[in-house]
């Protein structure tokens, strides 16, 4: 099995690289600050560190580390950031333009490059959020963009028809975005995150790896069940 993750550097891509290898899939990663775990499994690990926020060489990054992959056979888009929880009003637009080359262009180079290339991919799930219907107040730019990362996987269905390609809301996952919002943000001012802060340290937020494990045993069955294009918050499975 060939599966290309970004963001695996940390968190649930870290968890998804773990995961996969003890299904013997061999992984193709590209991260920022790259995998921890290349050193001790070259052999099934192949890592580019790459900014994604550089959208000019992005696709250099994919040329140089999938040089000598046939096919894909999943493809898990998960790099993304968060923002800061504040009012949108108070959001910088160019912290925005910023949060939404990582969040949601990248992705579309990445879809892009595949099409191009012409490498036959068999599932592509991208990593989007209860967020991006929510529209919880203080989340504004983080919605926006797992709002518009939806939008363009049901727009892109219609052009990759070899493909079943997913957005996925994967529940609560306790990774480094949590220390933000479980320390730093008020949970009176934006009452949302109290619930996170609840979760933290229980059965209901399992941290990247089991998240991962958890997501992959729902794909085959989403992949003959939902429409390619669509939408699922493993919640609600």
Known sequence: ????????????????????????????????????????YDDVIRDRQQDLGDLNRLAEGLDRLLSDCLRLDLVILNAGILGRIQDLADTDVHDLEHLMRV????????LDWLIERQLPVDQVVAISSGAAVNMSYG?????????????????????????????????LVDTAMQDYLCGEVDSEEF??????????????MPDGHAAAEQILDCLPRLRDQSPSGDFVDIRQL
């Open 139 to 171: 989340w504004g730019a983080y919605s926006l963009s797992k709002a518009a990362l939806n939008n363009l996987v049901r727009l892109y269905a219609h052009e990759m028809p070899d493909t079943h390609l997913l957005a996925l809301a994967p529940g």
């Open 191 to 204: 009452p949302s995150v109290q619930k996170l802060k609840d979760a933290r340290g229980t059965e209901h």
């Open 103 to 110: 969040n949601v262009w990248s992705n579309k180079l990445i």
């Open 1 to 40: 099995m060939n599966v290309l993750i970004t963001g695996n550097s940390s968190g649930l891509g870290l968890g998804f690289t773990e995961a996969l290898m003890d299904r013997e899939a061999i992984v193709w990663g590209m991260s920022r600050r790259g995998c921890p775990l290349k050193p001790r």
